[in-house]
C-alpha cells in the first residue's frame, strides 16, 4: 500500500517535471526542472532495490551533467538577450504525432509482450557475495571486465575532445 | 510504531536543533579564536565574555531590510540559499555520533540511521549543494558575483575529485559503505584509519577545506576579491543562511573525518588496558572531542594562512591532489591483496 | 493494485515520449540535449525495473553503463555547441546550416 502510494507520487512528479523541462520557455528554470526530475528518478531506485545506482544517479547525473549543462547555459545566456521562443517554422503539431505514435507504439509492445507467458527468471549465477552494491562490483569485475574497460576508454576519450573543443587555441 | 516512527523523529529533531545551534556558537568560536591568535579579545561586550554574540547577531540579520536586485529571477533568487543548507543538513542523518545506548528501557542507536550506502550518500549530497553556489551568482543579474559563482563552483567540483578517491581508499579498508561498519571496521582492525591511510587522511582534510570554501582556499568569497563574491547581492537572512551553510559544512566534514578516520566514537587505545579509566567518557562525548578538535583545526588554519591564488588553487587541486589520491588507492589495493 | 514492472515499463514510456517531444519540437539545442537525457533515464527505469523482477544483476550493470556512455556524450555535445557558439552567436538549430551551400 505504501509503495503504491510512493510509486505513483514519484511517478507523477517525474513526468510533470519532465513535461516542465521540455516546455519552459526560460532554459535556466528548464536546467533546474531536470535536476528535480533526476532526483526523483533517484527515489523510484531506491523504490526498486537499487540503492547503489540511486546514489549514482544523483553523483553523476544530477551533480556531475546537469552542473556542466547549468554552466553552458550560463555562459551562452551572457551574451544572448532573453527573447521569445515563438518560432514560426515550429512544426509543434508534427512533433505531437510523431510522439503520441512512439508512444502508443512502446505501449502496446509493453503491453503485448506481458500478455505472453511468463519467462522463466534467468538465475543469475551463483554470487558469493550478497548486498546491491557487492553485487554489481562482483559482476562489474567478472562478467562484464571487458564492457567495463571499454567505457572507461571512452570517457577517457571523450575527456580528451571535450578539453581539445574547448580550447581557444590548439 | 514508537520505534519506526516516534523515535527517529526525536532523534532528527534532537540533532537538527543541536546542529542549528552549533553553527551559530561556531561563528562566535571563530571570532574568539582568530581574536586570541591575534593577541585580541573579540567579542565581549553581549554577555559574559561575549557569550550571547550569536543572539546580537541573528537579531540584526532578521530586521534587515531583504533587497531583491531588479530583474533578478526571484525564485532562483530565493531558492539559492536554501538549496545551499539543505544537504547541509541532510547528511547528518547517517552520521553515527554511537553505538546503541540502553535509554529509559530501550536499545536506542545513536543515530538516525545508517543505509548500507551511507557514505555514497554523503558524497552525492555534497555534490548537489554546489547548486546553491551557481544559483546564487546566477540569479542576482550582476557581473560579479556570476563570475565568483563560476569560479567558487569550478574549485568545488575540482576538489570533490579527489576527496571522493580518498574515501574509496578508506572504504577498501572497511570493505563496506555504510558509516557504522566503517566505525566498527576500525574497532575490529584495532586502528584508526588516520593511522593505517595517512596520505588519504591528508588529502581528505585539503580537500574539505577547499569543499567549504575555507581559507587558504577562500578566494571565491573573500571580501578582497570581486567584492564580496557570489553572496554580494543579498541581505539579511538569506545572507545569514549562505553563512550558516558554511559553518555547517565545515561541521560535516569534521563529523565525516572523524567518523571515517579518527575511529568515531570510539575511545583512543582500547587495548592498552592501562587506560581503561577512559572507558567511562561516554562514546558520544569523543566523537563530539574529535569534531571539535577538527572544527579548532580549520579555525587555526583560517588565523594562519595566506590566501591561495585562483590559478594556485586549480593547480594544486588537479595536478597535485587528484594523482597523490589515485596513487594512495593503487598502494591500498596492493597492500590488502597481498596481505589477505 | 500491486505496483508490476508493466506499471514502470508504461512510466519508462512515458517518459521516452516525453523526451521525444523535447528533440522534436524545440529549436533550442541545449534543451534538446537534456531531453536526450530524459530518454536515457527512461531507459535506466526501463532496465532496472527489469533487473528487478528477475532478480539478475545484469540490468543495473547496463544502467551504470548508460549513465557513463550519457556523460561521455553531454560533455562532447556541450564542448562541440560551445566551439559553434563562440563561430556563430546561435543557438536555434535552424541556424545551425553552415554546411549547406
Given at each position: ?170 | ?69 531588479v530583474r533578478a529571477d526571484k525564485w532562483v533568487f530565493t531558492a539559492a540559499p536554501i538549496i545551499s543548507m539543505v544537504p547541509a543538513l541532510i547528511v547528518y542523518a547517517v552520521i553515527p555520533f554511537g553505538p546503541e545506548v540502553r535509554l529509559f528501557g530501550r536499545q536506542v542507536t545513536l543515530y538516525i540511521t545508517d543505509i548500507n550506502v551511507g557514505l555514497l550518500f554523503i558524497v552525492s549530497v555534497a555534490s548537489v549543494g554546489v547548486y546553491g553556489i551557481i544559483l546564487a551568482g546566477y540569479a542576482s543579474n550582476s557581473k560579479y558575483p556570476l563570475l565568483a559563482s563560476l569560479r567558487a563552483s569550478a574549485q568545488l567540483i575540482s576538489y570533490e575529485v579527489a576527496v571522493t578517491l580518498t574515501l574509496v581508499s578508506v572504504i577498501m579498508m572497511a570493505g563496506s559503505l555504510s558509516m557504522v561498519s566503517i566505525v566498527r571496521a576500525q574497532e575490529s582492525q584495532r586502528m584508526w584509519y ?147 | ?101
Amino acid at each position: 500500500m505504501a509503495q503504491a502510494i510512493a510509486f505513483y507520487f514519484i511517478a507523477a512528479c517525474i513526468l510533470g517535471f519532465a513535461v516542465l523541462v521540455v516546455s519552459t520557455k526560460d532554459t535556466v528554470h528548464s536546467v533546474l526542472f531536470l535536476v528535480l526530475d533526476f532526483l526523483f528518478v533517484a527515489a523510484l531506485y531506491v523504490l526498486l532495490g537499487a540503492e547503489f545506482l540511486a546514489a549514482i544517479q544523483i553523483l553523476v547525473y544530477a551533480g556531475g551533467i546537469v552542473v556542466l549543462y547549468l554552466f553552458v547555459v550560463m555562459l551562452v545566456n551572457l551574451k544572448r538577450p532573453p527573447e521569445a521562443h515563438s518560432d514560426p517554422h515550429r512544426r509543434t503539431m508534427l512533433g505531437f504525432l510523431l510522439a503520441g505514435a512512439v508512444l502508443v507504439e512502446v505501449g502496446a509492445i509493453a503491453i503485448y509482450g506481458f500478455s505472453q507467458p511468463a519467462m522463466v527468471p534467468v538465475p543469475g549465477a551463483a554470487m558469493p557475495v550478497t548486498g546491491n552494491t557487492a553485487q554489481i562490483g562482483w559482476l562489474l569485475y567478472t562478467s562484464y571486465l571487458i564492457p567495463f574497460e571499454i567505457a572507461s576508454m571512452l570517457l577517457l576519450v571523450a575527456m580528451i575532445g571535450a578539453i581539445v573543443l574547448a580550447k581557444r587555441e590548439l | 510504531m514508537i520505534d519506526t516512527l516516534v523515535i527517529p523523529l526525536l532523534k532528527i529533531v534532537i540533532v537538527l536543533n543541536a546542529t542549528l545551534v552549533a553553527v551559530t556558537y561556531m561563528v562566535l568560536l571563530e571570532r574568539k579564536v582568530i581574536a586570541w591568535a591575534q593577541s585580541r579579545l573579540g567579542p565581549m561586550r553581549v554577555g559574559p565574555y561575549g557569550i550571547l554574540q550569536p543572539v546580537a547577531d541573528a537579531i540584526k540579520l532578521m530586521i534587515k531590510e531583504d533587497i531583491t536586485p531588479v530583474r533578478a529571477d526571484k525564485w532562483v533568487f530565493t531558492a539559492a540559499p536554501i538549496i545551499s543548507m539543505v544537504p547541509a543538513l541532510i547528511v547528518y542523518a547517517v552520521i553515527p555520533f554511537g553505538p546503541e545506548v540502553r535509554l529509559f528501557g530501550r536499545q536506542v542507536t545513536l543515530y538516525i540511521t545508517d543505509i548500507n550506502v551511507g557514505l555514497l550518500f554523503i558524497v552525492s549530497v555534497a555534490s548537489v549543494g554546489v547548486y546553491g553556489i551557481i544559483l546564487a551568482g546566477y540569479a542576482s543579474n550582476s557581473k560579479y558575483p556570476l563570475l565568483a559563482s563560476l569560479r567558487a563552483s569550478a574549485q568545488l567540483i575540482s576538489y570533490e575529485v579527489a576527496v571522493t578517491l580518498t574515501l574509496v581508499s578508506v572504504i577498501m579498508m572497511a570493505g563496506s559503505l555504510s558509516m557504522v561498519s566503517i566505525v566498527r571496521a576500525q574497532e575490529s582492525q584495532r586502528m584508526w584509519y588516520a593511522f593505517a591511510q595517512p596520505l588519504a587522511f591528508a588529502i581528505f582534510f585539503i580537500g574539505g577545506l577547499a569543499e567549504t570554501n575555507r581559507a587558504p582556499f577562500d578566494m571565491p568569497e573573500a571580501e578582497q576579491e570581486l567584492t564580496g563574491g557570489f553572496h554580494t547581492e543579498y541581505s539579511g537572512m538569506r545572507f545569514a543562511l549562505f553563512f550558516l551553510a558554511e559553518y555547517a559544512n565545515m561541521i560535516v566534514v569534521s563529523s565525516v573525518a572523524t567518523t571515517l578516520f579518527l575511529g568515531g566514537w570510539l575511545r583512543p587505545f582500547p587495548n592498552v588496558a592501562f587506560l581503561s579509566f577512559l572507558d567511562f567518557v561516554p562514546s558520544w562525548t569523543w566523537f563530539l572531542l574529535k569534531s571539535f578538535f577538527f572544527l579548532y583545526v580549520f579555525i587555526w588554519i583560517r588565523a594562519t594562512l595566506p590566501r591561495y591564488r585562483y590559478d594556485q588553487l586549480m593547480r594544486l587541486g588537479w595536478k597535485v591532489l587528484i594523482p597523490l589520491a589515485i596513487a594512495n588507492l593503487v598502494v591500498t589495493g596492493i597492500v590488502k591483496v597481498m596481505l589477505l | 493494485m500491486p505496483i508490476t514492472t508493466t506499471h514502470y515499463i508504461l512510466l519508462s514510456a512515458a517518459l521516452f515520449t516525453i523526451g521525444v517531444v523535447g528533440v522534436m519540437v524545440r529549436r533550442n539545442i541545449i534543451i534538446i540535449f537534456m531531453s536526450i537525457e530524459l530518454i536515457l533515464n527512461a531507459v535506466n527505469i526501463n532496465l532496472i525495473a527489469f533487473s528487478q523482477q528477475l532478480q539478475n544483476g545484469i540490468g543495473q550493470v547496463f544502467a551504470i553503463f548508460v549513465i557513463a556512455v550519457a556523460a561521455a556524450e553531454a560533455a562532447v555535445g556541450l564542448g562541440i555547441i560551445l566551439a559553434f557558439y563562440r563561430n556563430k552567436e546561435t543557438v536555434n538549430i535552424d541556424e545551425m546550416n553552415v554546411m549547406r551551400s
